[in-house]
């Protein structure tokens, strides 16, 4: 799986656009971009996912530019609820027939002071 | 719809014991996966099951080790406890190999179980 690297941590002020880059340089031609979000003393979840260009949802939305070797996750008006830790991983979606696995790194501890 | 469940959600064990961790998956879900997050590690990867079989094993001694029952819940079991093995343990699901094509990078976590080794 392509190695990823991003920020250890981030601070934010509420109300504020947090964007949150992450690097994967070795990005293979099937992977797609996952970004995970977690709480303290929770398990991650999935908030977002895309291949190239822009993917937005409810949550966020992922910037992806065309030579894909790298994404910016971005948190429109961050409350004191975001902070959390987010992490970026790659991997091909629709890998059904090898011995797939997940790999998380980190992360980026995001904190939003009020 | 209920998620992940993990029990227990806290586990207190001494250097030299056993514990076992248990993990059901969503209702559906016959892939489980054991993730290990220790302090300041972010999460590394333990085991995936699926279909009652090992799949893939993370850079674990072998006194990590698990199962997968005929129900797809999961157990982990850490043999000869070490004072490093004090983590969060978190248990995820997909849906599995034999029930066509999914999204391999979406897994749904439980609330993983606090393991503490005095």
């Known amino acids: 799986l392509a190695k990823t690297t991003q920020p250890i941590s981030m601070d934010s002020y509420e109300g504020q656009e947090v964007n949150i880059t992450c690097s994967h340089n070795?990005?293979?031609?099937?992977?797609?971009i996952t970004w995970y979000q977690q709480f303290p003393s929770q398990g991650p979840r999935f908030i977002i996912q895309?291949?190239?260009t822009k993917v937005t949802n409810e949550v966020a939305s992922l910037f992806i530019p065309a030579d894909r070797k790298s994404s910016t996750l971005s948190l429109p008006r961050v409350s004191l609820s975001d902070t959390a830790v987010y992490y970026c991983?790659?991997?091909?979606?629709?890998?059904?027939?090898?011995?797939?696995?997940?790999?998380f790194g980190t992360g980026t501890k995001l904190q939003v002071i009020p | 719809e209920a998620g992940v469940t993990q029990s227990p959600t806290h586990l207190i064990k001494t250097r030299g014991q056993q514990a076992t961790l248990r993990c059901s998956p969503i209702?559906?879900?016959?892939?489980v996966y054991w993730y290990q997050q220790a302090l300041g590690l972010g999460l590394q990867f333990l085991l995936w099951?699926?279909?009652?079989?090992?799949?893939n094993r993370g850079n674990f001694p072998p006194r990590f080790s698990g199962r997968q029952f005929p129900n797809y819940s999961s157990e982990l079991n850490v043999n000869a406890l070490e004072l490093e093995d004090s983590a969060l343990y978190l248990c995820?699901?997909?849906?599995?190999?034999?029930?066509?094509?999914?999204?391999?990078?979406?897994?749904?976590f439980g609330p993983g179980t606090r393991l503490t080794v005095l």
């Open positions: 995820a699901s997909s849906p599995g190999l034999a029930g066509g094509p999914f999204n391999y990078n979406e897994q749904f």
């Open positions: 070795n990005i293979a031609t099937n992977d797609y």
């Open positions: 895309g291949y190239k």
């Open positions: 991983l790659v991997g091909d979606p629709q890998n059904s027939g090898g011995y797939q696995k997940v790999t």
């Open positions: 209702s559906g879900h016959t892939s």
């Open positions: 099951y699926d279909e009652g079989e090992e799949r």
